[in-house]
């Protein structure tokens, strides 16, 4: 059975990091690319980072450059979003999806096939 299981999520204070991990089963994961996405309450679903499948290209959202990094374990089957310098507008829930191309751009959900259910991260003092 194809699944994608984040976790890592929690509540944070404001200039605090945390490192959510999406763990999937069922499929060849050295095969995909994948993303990040976050959805605030009341907001639109936004995309925030993506890596290729050679894990040599990445893309981030302008809300997250430069304070999240993403990676990839292909031996754990396992891709991260490491999140620093959290700010409260970063909450939300944040789900991982696995992308329909090897390589990395502004992919919208409809260019995703599987997602995770969800972990949610909370900033706030």
């Known amino acids: 059975q194809l699944q994608l299981v984040e976790s890592g999520g929690g509540l944070v204070q404001p200039g605090g990091s945390l490192r959510l991990s999406c763990t999937t089963s069922?499929?060849?994961?050295?095969?995909?690319?994948y993303g990040w996405f976050r959805q605030a309450p009341g907001k639109e679903r936004e995309g925030i980072s993506c890596?290729?499948?050679?894990?040599?290209?990445?893309y981030f959202a302008d809300s997250v450059k430069g304070r999240f990094t993403i990676s990839r374990d292909n031996a754990k089957n396992t891709v991260y979003l490491q999140m620093d310098s959290l700010k409260p507008e970063d909450t939300g829930i944040y789900y991982c999806?696995?992308?329909?191309?090897?390589?990395?751009?502004?992919?919208?959900?409809?260019?995703?096939?599987?997602w995770g259910q969800g972990t949610q991260v909370t900033v706030s003092s």
């Open positions: 999806g696995r992308v329909l191309y090897s390589y990395c751009s502004d992919w919208g959900p409809e260019d995703y096939d599987y």
């Open positions: 069922g499929f060849t994961f050295d095969y995909y690319a």
């Open positions: 890596i290729s499948v050679s894990g040599t290209n990445t």
